[in-house]
């Protein structure tokens, strides 16, 4: 019988997408917390036809050229800023992502944020748990309302579209957003939201939401300059990558209450935050788990598995970031 072909799982996952992996191919399971270093990484690639990988490994020509095996690369992720996708289609590596199936999770935690960002959720809890709390008081903790107030959503794929949703038909927000194309009017009109210029986004927003992928273009899309355009009682909420907020001048805008509070689930060279950040009472932090129900970090963990096996086994992977 002839030997099955060899691939690489980055990290820990669900061991019954191992199990799901093994009838097609030798498995070498990278099963541990750890990050491979790109040396590791390019050393356990030799020979491997195929890769799953997490947004913490960068995949690029230069991998591809090292690991000439190579034919796919299967990311546990919808994003993919960690692949030089033009890069792995000039090396004939096919690359793919999780799409779909986590939408309406993701969306669910843009909310919780939102409304934590919003109502000061963490702020009040570390207060009591300090043992600062001894009476009540009207304007303790007072925050900014939710419902009837305007969502700006800046990225309208189909995260941003759950949560317009979310927004327009459970909290009877008014929904804005701005995307470098518009959607069509039947999809406006399923998520009540209107297009707008990034500036009458950032103008009129009391809670702006950032769901935009990651590039060069989109690098520092929420600066400085942005943070000032907006309303000194807006929130800002980042559940799409690190980098495309200037973490820094953000920071500085809280510490001098220029925009109210943040939410930031990303960061600009995660796992590293920002120093200022960790100093501010008016942002809640969480380490990139927009994602992480079990239900749905396992149906991406399959998803990238079933495209190693389309692919490999039967010639069409399921979601494709590009062709062979
Ligand atoms: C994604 O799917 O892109 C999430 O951010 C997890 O990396």
């Not at 707008?196 to 520092?220: N, Q």
Request: glycine residues 8%; hydrophobic residues 45%.
């Amino acid at each position: 019988m002839a030997a099955k072909p060899a691939i690489l799982v980055s990290r820990k996952i669900f061991p019954d997408v191992v199990e799901h992996l093994r009838p097609h191919f030798e498995v070498d399971h990278n099963d541990t917390d750890g990050v491979l270093t790109p040396d590791q990484l390019i050393e356990r690639l030799q020979g491997k036809v195929g890769a799953m990988t997490t947004g913490s490994e960068r995949i690029d020509g230069a991998v591809a050229a090292a690991c000439p095996a190579l034919r796919i690369v299967a990311n546990i992720a919808v994003g993919y800023n960690n692949f030089d996708v033009p890069a792995l289609s000039a090396a004939g590596v096919v690359a793919t992502n999780t799409p779909d199936v986590l939408t309406e999770t993701t969306a669910d935690f843009g909310f919780a944020l939102l409304m934590a960002t919003a109502r000061r959720l963490t702020e009040s809890e570390h207060f009591l748990r300090a043992g600062q709390w001894n009476r009540w008081a009207l304007d303790m903790f007072a925050g900014a309302e939710v419902h009837g107030s305007t969502l700006g959503i800046l990225g309208m794929g189909r995260i941003g579209q759950a949560i317009a949703r979310r927004g327009a038909l459970g909290f009877g927000m008014k929904v804005i957003y701005h995307n470098r194309s518009r959607l069509d009017a039947a999809t406006e009109a399923a998520c009540k939201a209107t297009y707008v210029d990034k500036a009458t986004l950032l103008r009129e927003a009391d809670h702006l939401i950032l769901v935009l992928p990651y590039s060069a273009s989109s690098h520092h899309a929420i600066g400085a300059a942005e943070i000032a355009q907006m309303k000194p009682t807006a929130t800002l909420i980042n559940i799409a990558r690190g980098g495309i907020v200037d973490d820094a001048a953000l920071a500085q805008a809280l510490k001098e209450r220029r925009i109210a509070a943040a939410g930031l689930d990303v960061f600009e060279g995660e796992p590293r935050v920002h120093p200022d950040l960790l100093t501010v009472p008016n942002v809640v932090l969480t380490p990139h788990i927009a994602s992480a129900t079990i239900q749905t970090r396992r149906a991406m963990a399959m998803l990238a598995a079933d495209n190693l096996i389309d692919y490999l086994v039967k010639g069409q992977p399921r979601t494709p970031l590009n062709a062979e």
